[in-house]
């Protein structure tokens, strides 16, 4: 997949004026590859462990945690190669890498949380799947992965800044392209937004874990 | 103290309409319907004392693998008190917590794990285990190249050596061969004779006898009787006897 990311945004896509613009583009789509798939899988994983759910009694909250962490294992491979190609492109290893671990960490933090809450109402209402891939279909637009934060209308600012997942694009740029650390403003939004949400979504999984078993 | 105590308890569940989506949620918000819930059990209550076995007894549909359910602690009763103390190891189903692409060692270490067994605990045991189920060579191809019989001994094995306080069994026992009935039977008995317990569904005369001092007849969730063994077998078969129209 990154392969031929890579290829279009390189020899397709590629622009004479803009030689960033493959990278450019990477910043985007890693994170927000991440997050669908993190998001779709956390989604389904009580429904598609039912049988041990029913028959072994271990704590319900390993389900939606165990899919989020086996997505990481991509999330790695990809980051690495992320950053393998910002070395191809001619740009050194800069201090501020050393932010990457803690954004990441506060977007993993957020997309547990999103996968306790939607299991957990899953097992209730069964579409909940169908809603959460057409969020992720529009999301693909909603996140700046094409377009720059710059082209966005000031008014419209507002609303991309409370979305965790733009954030992120927008922090992996500064890191990686622009070599500054990422906006305080920007890191704490996201530190709230993300212990808000996990701790939202343990709540909920916590509220809803008992009716699993008569439900599944 | 005894080690399961069933104060009246009740679970229900709701009469499902097919796959939950949404729009059953909205016909059921804005409908008059109300389905009365199904009663799994009603008002059971029954105490195991350490070192005590009890069979369950009970045609079909009687109730008898969600008191088991309860007793792992898979899910809350709806009413009363359910109290556990001791370590519980559950048989309640045929490979249930086993993966068929890992190989028969890995779905061990992972049972093990979903017993709470500790990883170093599990290591000491493996060789016992391993010997126990006698599976030998196969114990490293994946699980889905085993026969039913071969996974139950696997599973049976797993439980008996990681030493639980109580082991709760639902009428797996039936799937190995003779010899390894024999042995299972052998285990079961040195276990109880260490004083643990053992609560055991069963539709076989036989082996409650054998393995059990108490019984315990539910009927549409509700006990029936609760008494000794050979006791409430008779009463069950006649019963059953009297339903045939025999």
């Keep these: 997949m990154m392969a031929v990311l890579t290829f279009i945004f390189t020899k397709i896509f590629a622009r004479a004026s803009d030689t960033n613009f493959p990278l450019f583009v990477l910043c985007g789509l890693v994170p927000l590859n991440f997050f669908t798939l993190a998001w779709v899988t956390g989604t389904t994983s009580v429904l598609d462990n039912a049988p041990l759910i029913k028959r072994v009694p271990v704590p319900r909250q390993v389900f939606p945690i165990a899919s989020v962490i086996s997505n990481c294992l991509h999330l790695l491979i990809q980051i690495a190669l992320l950053l393998g190609i910002v070395l191809v492109f001619g740009r050194g290893v800069n201090i501020h890498w050393l932010w990457l671990p803690l954004i990441w960490g506060l977007e993993i933090l957020f997309v547990m949380g999103l996968a306790f809450a939607f299991s957990a109402v899953n097992v209730y209402v069964r579409d909940t799947r169908y809603v959460v891939e057409s969020t992720n279909t529009v999301l693909f637009w909603l996140v700046p992965v094409f377009y720059s934060f710059a082209l966005i209308p000031a008014r419209f600012r507002g609303l991309y800044e409370i979305n965790p997942v733009a954030a992120l694009v927008l922090m992996m740029r500064n890191v990686l392209l622009e070599n500054h650390a990422p906006l305080d403003s920007t890191l704490i939004r996201l530190a709230i937004v993300s212990v808000g949400m996990f701790g939202a979504g343990l709540f909920i999984f916590g509220k809803l874990k008992d009716g699993f078993y008569t439900r599944l | ?246």
């Design chain 2, 1 to 246: 103290m005894p080690l399961i105590e069933f104060q009246d308890v009740s679970k229900w569940f709701p009469h499902s309409t097919g796959r939950q989506l949404l729009r059953t949620h909205i016909t059921r918000w804005f409908g008059r319907v109300h389905h009365q819930p199904f009663y799994a059990l009603r008002n059971v209550s029954f105490r195991l004392e350490q070192g005590e076995s009890l069979a369950i007894v009970g045609s079909n549909g009687a109730g008898k693998s969600t008191l088991l359910s309860l007793a792992a602690g898979l899910t809350p009763p709806d009413q009363g008190h359910v109290r556990v103390n001791g370590r519980i190891a559950a048989l309640l189903e045929l490979g249930s917590g086993f993966h068929p692409d890992l190989t028969g060692a890995e779905n061990l270490v992972l049972n093990a794990a979903l017993l709470g067994l500790s990883r170093r605990k599990t290591n000491q045991l493996f060789d016992r285990i391993v010997e126990f189920s006698g599976i030998g060579e196969f114990i490293d191809d994946p699980l889905r190249t085993y026969s039913s019989g071969m996974v139950m001994r696997l599973a049976f094995s797993v439980a008996i050596q990681c030493e639980p306080d109580i082991l709760l069994i639902d009428e797996i026992l039936g799937v190995g061969d003779a010899s390894f009935q024999t042995k299972s039977r052998e285990a079961l008995v040195s276990f109880r004779q260490a004083g643990k317990s053992l609560l055991f569904v069963s539709h076989s005369p036989g082996s409650v006898r054998e393995m059990c001092d108490r019984a315990l007849w539910i009927d549409h969730g509700s006990v029936m009787m609760d008494g000794n063994a050979n006791e409430v077998l008779e009463a069950y078969q006649g019963r059953a006897l009297v339903q045939q129209g025999i």
